[in-house]
């Protein structure tokens, strides 16, 4: 079975969508007609939600990314707050557990 930092090391973002998004349809195809024989084996199927955590870690990183640019780029925590759909307090708070994450992870 194939770990989420096995795909993550293996995968970009557009990849990882990619291969989840072939194997989503699959899984859709065989729901709608059990006798067809695309259903996914459960291999597939727990790669399938690896990738999601995959789709949902590479992202993440490029939003912390577009938070830094947003920032340099001369942008208030009040515009960030509300291009994330958030109070500024929110994004703010966001990008700093983010920081403290990655400084944590360089220290283990």
Same mark, same amino acid.
């Given at each position: +079975?194939a770990t989420p930092?096995e795909l /993550?090391?293996r995968h970009? #973002?557009?990849t990882?969508t990619? !291969?989840? *998004?072939?194997?989503r349809?699959?899984d859709a195809? $065989?729901?709608m007609?059990p006798?067809n024989?695309t &259903? #996914?084996?459960p291999? /597939?199927?727990?790669?399938?939600?690896? #990738? &999601?955590?995959?789709i949902?870690?590479? $992202?993440g990183y490029?939003? %912390?990314? +577009?938070? !830094? =640019?947003a920032? $340099?780029a001369?942008? &208030?925590?009040t515009?960030?707050?509300?291009? #994330?759909?958030? =109070?500024k %307090?929110?994004a703010?708070e966001?990008h %700093?557990r983010?920081i403290?994450?990655q $400084?944590? &992870? *360089?220290r283990a």
């Amino acid at each position: +079975m194939a770990t989420p930092e096995e795909l /993550e090391r293996r995968h970009t #973002l557009t990849t990882a969508t990619d !291969r989840y *998004d072939a194997l989503r349809m699959r899984d859709a195809l $065989a729901a709608m007609d059990p006798e067809n024989e695309t &259903s #996914l084996s459960p291999d /597939e199927t727990l790669e399938m939600l690896a #990738l &999601s955590e995959v789709i949902i870690r590479k $992202a993440g990183y490029g939003r %912390q990314a +577009m938070v !830094r =640019s947003a920032r $340099a780029a001369g942008a &208030s925590w009040t515009r960030i707050g509300a291009a #994330l759909g958030t =109070s500024k %307090q929110a994004a703010w708070e966001a990008h %700093q557990r983010w920081i403290d994450d990655q $400084a944590g &992870s *360089d220290r283990a």
